[in-house]
Structure formats: structure tokens, C-alpha cells
């Protein structure tokens, strides 16, 4: 299996600038989580999802942020209008619901100018 | 206070020493309790997980956990260059897929 995929692994955009990150998660797996790192907060969960149901979004900063996973197979991420404040890495996991390991992707590098 | 607390460190050992990683949390409810490591520019990746009060050992590295206390470890015994990373604690309370970590302990292990 080739894991959990993110794209792009790298963005740099404008303030302002409409973002969209993209997650395909490990097939088979159930649940799938979006994370926010930055040296100051940590990783921080954003929203996950079981069965692509949004269960807990508490997480997400504020209503600029917006999370969708269509299909089992695929999630986007949105920040629109994106801020300066969003540069991080961005990490996307899935795991099957009673299994400890959560499988990271590869993340995406974030710089919002 | 944040749900899950680790020192940033960096936590300095020289090599083949017991490097001592520590974490507290504040839900009293919370039922598993993971350590992930992560190098520098990489994704996290599970190293343990520990439920019960007590010890678990796997290979070179042991997890405690006092839940009275709202306390886990991790020990790295015979400490390599090749552990020096960030070691993030991470906690999940009972009947939630919910994992929360902490801002991790970067670890520097020297020749």
C-alpha cells in the first residue's frame, strides 16, 4: 500500500488566496483525521471523520477553515480566504476504528505570504 | 492548562544512556496513551501505546503509566544517535477516535 497520500507537499500563496489541500487515506481505513503543526501549538486536530461522517470539528480556527470527504477514498481541506497565521505544516491520517496506529501522510508545507 | 503537557526540551544524553522523555495529562478520563517520534522534516510514527498502570516493554524502550497521577513515560535505554527526534506524547479519552497530542520533547542524543 502506498500509504496515506497528501498533495501538494508544498504551497505558497498570497493572503487572501483561496487554499485547498488534498488527502487519500490508507483503503480500507475508516477514519481520517486533518492536523495542524507549527512549532508554537504543536500538532493540533482540526476535524476527523468515521465512515466519511465529520464527527468532532471542534478544532477548526475559525469559519474560513472548511473540511469535506466525499468518498472513502478522498478529503480536502480549505482555507479560504487564507491569513499569514495559516502557514504550517498541514498532516492528513487515517486509521480503522480499533486500531491504535493512526498513519501519518507525508503533510503539507504551508506558507501563506 | 493544556490537555497534554511535555517539556520542549531539548533533553541532551550521550550516547548508551537512558534518555527519560516525560508527560502529564489533564483529562482523567483518557484511556490510551500513545508515544509517536518524529525526525526532523517527517510525519510522526507510533513507537508505543500503553493502557494500563505499569510498564511496557518493547526492545530498547519502556512506557510507564501512573493514571493516579496523570503521568506516562518513556525510557530510551542504550540511547543512539539515530533516536534524536521529537518524541510526541498522545493521549485519547475513553469511547472517542479523539487523539491529542502534545508539543513534544526533542531529544539530542551525542556522540
Known amino acids: 500500500d502506498a500509504g496515506v497520500i497528501q498533495s501538494p507537499r508544498h504551497e505558497v500563496t498570497e493572503m487572501g488566496q483561496e487554499v485547498t489541500l488534498r488527502c487519500k487515506p490508507i483503503?480500507?481505513?475508516?477514519?481520517l483525521f486533518w492536523y495542524r503543526q507549527t512549532m508554537m501549538r504543536g500538532l493540533e486536530l482540526l476535524i476527523y471523520f468515521n465512515n466519511n461522517v465529520p464527527i468532532d470539528d471542534s478544532g477548526m480556527p475559525e469559519d474560513r477553515f472548511s473540511a469535506k470527504m466525499p468518498n472513502a477514498s478522498f478529503s480536502t481541506l480549505k482555507i479560504q480566504p487564507s491569513e499569514p497565521r495559516d502557514s504550517a505544516v498541514y498532516f492528513c491520517?487515517?486509521?480503522?476504528?480499533?486500531?491504535?496506529?493512526?498513519?501519518f501522510g507525508s503533510g503539507t508545507q504551508l506558507s501563506v505570504l | 492548562q493544556k490537555e497534554v503537557e511535555q517539556n520542549s526540551g531539548p533533553l541532551s544524553v550521550p550516547e548508551g544512556a537512558i534518555a527519560s522523555l516525560n508527560c502529564t495529562y489533564s483529562d482523567r478520563g483518557s484511556q490510551s496513551f500513545f508515544w509517536y517520534r518524529q525526525y526532523s522534516g517527517k510525519s510522526p510514527e507510533l513507537i508505543m501505546f500503553?493502557?494500563?498502570?505499569g510498564d511496557k516493554e518493547d526492545g530498547r524502550f519502556t512506557a510507564q503509566l501512573n493514571k493516579a497521577s496523570q503521568y506516562v513515560s518513556l525510557l530510551i535505554r542504550d540511547s543512539q544517535p539515530s533516536d534524536s527526534a521529537t518524541y510526541l506524547c498522545?493521549?485519547?479519552?475513553?469511547?472517542?477516535?479523539?487523539?491529542?497530542f502534545g508539543t513534544g520533547t526533542r531529544l539530542q542524543v551525542f556522540p
Open positions: 500503553i493502557y494500563s498502570n
Open positions: 498522545a493521549v485519547r479519552s475513553y469511547n472517542t477516535d479523539k487523539l491529542i
Open positions: 491520517a487515517s486509521s480503522n476504528r480499533g486500531q491504535e496506529k493512526l498513519f
Open positions: 483503503s480500507g481505513h475508516n477514519s
